[in-house]
């Protein structure tokens, strides 16, 4: 592993090492180009790893203090914690399940598709699915995706067996195994999968991709990478020219140190990205960097979600095998005689007993709760997830008093549903118990959003500099060495599962970087 | 393999504050896992009897009639650790625990069950009320014997996944087409 001085201004720096940040570390390092990437979690593998929900969300999480308000469920039942991702070196990808699905065409132009809908700050992308397909294939590739790449598909567990015999008794047409980052056979020096379960506790087998297990070891072997853990960065600098110039990072001992840097990446996920921005405010830029446009932090998506789990007369053990392996893509559409416009997926979700009890209507007690519970190794379950609209008022800022344990100021999460995400989620509820129903389902439990794990757009590129942060290679607007380069970026949200668009767009950017690099253009 | 000091049979010749039961004779799954049919919890901070109404606190509000009083029993260990850590804890529970009995005119454990559980309604949304209910929710969940009672498995590694374990043993429902869901790799095909 390469060690550079911190007075190396010949580095990039990338923030964050999770599926953006960990993917554009290994692409640069292949390219010889030298990185350092600040990650503030520490550093698991899979023999530390537990087949323990609770035990594993103490050992990956981000559980630094963060607030949210606003009307949305999540607010009132987990006000302390909107988002459930990661803080350890792989980020969210050790926790991820796996489902990768391209974006739709019609869904990176949704302004020119859906018009102009009240209250939401549609725009389309700078960029086509066209653009994007030959990234997609590379990132399809690296990442093993099941059914691409002549992978064969994993195989249906029980779960799965409920969902499809749901889906086909109800005429759906496309219910199958899902394209997923797991190894259906051994691949790329990693195992397959042995059907553990606990695809959101780490993996300890290695059959899923994340960056902990495959980007970050061979970003490692080119001798390029400086990783460094427990790496906190609280503020990113800017010279007289305007060009950043380094970021200042606390250790895990709360020692600041400043590493000079010849370009900034900044991929700390959706809520820590924006704030990192607006913590690093100066006289240059009073309302934080990049933010010319106002939108840094705006525009704040977390896909419209829920669940339906159902109970039927026989076991199911539905926690047997892959967490999310088997989707219905009927619904992907936008179909607007539906209500709403955009789409959702349907895709099979197992919990365990500890997380099921957190999670099936949180805040209940009682008859009602225990008689559910009661249903536990009977039950089958899905998770819905769609394009929500992004909303400007929606969106993540500096906490005024709050300050977390290195003193930067905390997140505040603002989130209220537009009518279109009520109306979608009412229509998902109905079809997923629709296609349990046909299963033979005794009773169905509608269960409200968990803490968002797919947290989207509050840098989001644009054509146009007032309208985002971003251009289409993530390059922000206002300063040609600073990037975005996680999901921050998406102009909109789309109904897909974004991680495999998340490292799509680092793959690509690796290139833009390179580029501009060589041409002396940063 | 109970991990928690319940069964720690020493307890029983300490002088502390101990909590004790009988597992139930149905619990069959129990006495599996259980190294004696008896269990016992030393309360650090607690005394004797906000220990039992704790317990019989939690069986109201979350009622699994055949769910061992065992597993009750480790929500009041964690209750009692954070009374132990905590004053502020300590002071609401033995101060709720007193509400429950003045409530009942007395004593809430002597009470019936419909007594006990009218009392303890009206208190639901207060602190004393949360806070059982949030600790709970985790802990009474989140241990080996309330795994074996549902029916869910644990730690998944330790066994080898199910691959070969019955991932895929449903077997009430069509199965789907292979091209919908081949079959499993197989290091021999
Ligand atoms: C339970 C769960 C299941 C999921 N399943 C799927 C799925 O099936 N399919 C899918 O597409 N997506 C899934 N996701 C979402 C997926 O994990 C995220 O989309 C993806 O990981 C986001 O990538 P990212 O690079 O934006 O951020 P992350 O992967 O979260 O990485 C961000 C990293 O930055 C670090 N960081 C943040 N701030 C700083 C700072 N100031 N200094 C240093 N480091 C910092 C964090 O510690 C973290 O490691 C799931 C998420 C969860 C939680
Ligand atoms: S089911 Fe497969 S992907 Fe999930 S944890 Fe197990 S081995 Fe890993």
Redesign the pocket.
Known sequence: MAKYDLDDDGVVVI???????GTLANELCQKGIQVVL????GHESNDSFVNNEWGSFGQIS?LDSRSSSGSWRVGKDFNGLPA??????????T??????LRIQDHEFRVKTEYGDIEGANLLDWPITLKDLEPYYDKAEDKMGVTRTNGIPGLPGNNNFKVMHAGATKLGYKNCHIGRMAINSKPRDGRAHCLQLGFC?QGCKSGAKWSTLVAEIPKAEATGKLDLRPK????KIEQDKTGKVSGVI?ADSDGNQHMQKARAVCV????I?SPR?LLNSENNQSPNGLANSSGQVGKNYMRHMTGSVYAAFEKPVHMWRGTT?AGIITDESGNDTKRGFVGGYEMETLALGLPFMAAFLDPGAWGHDFTRKMDEYSHMAGMWLVGEDMPQESNAVSLHAENKDQHGMPTPNVHFDDHPNDIAMREHAYKQGSAVYDAAGAKENYLVPPYPS??NLGTCRMSANAKDGVCNAHGQTHDISNLFIS???QFTTGAAE????T?VTLAIRQADYIAKQMSEKAI | MLDLDLTRRDFLKTSGTVLMGTLAITTGVLSVLAPSQTWALELTKLDKATGQTLLQATRHIFPHATLDDAVYALVVKDLDAAAASDDGVAKLLTRGAAELNTGAGGDWLAADSDKQFAVIEKMAGNDFFEKIKGTAVVSLYNNEMAWAHFGYEGDAWKEGGYLTRGFNDLNWLPDPPADASPAAFSAKS
């Open positions: 923030v964050g090492s999770g599926a953006g940040g600040l990650e503030a979690g981000w459930w991702i990661c803080k350890t070196v792989g980020g969210s990808t926790h991820w399940a796996g489902a990768s959101f790496s906190h960065v609280l990072y991929a700390g996920n959706s820590e990192l999310m794990t797919h996680d999901g921050s599962n974004p991680t495999l998340i």
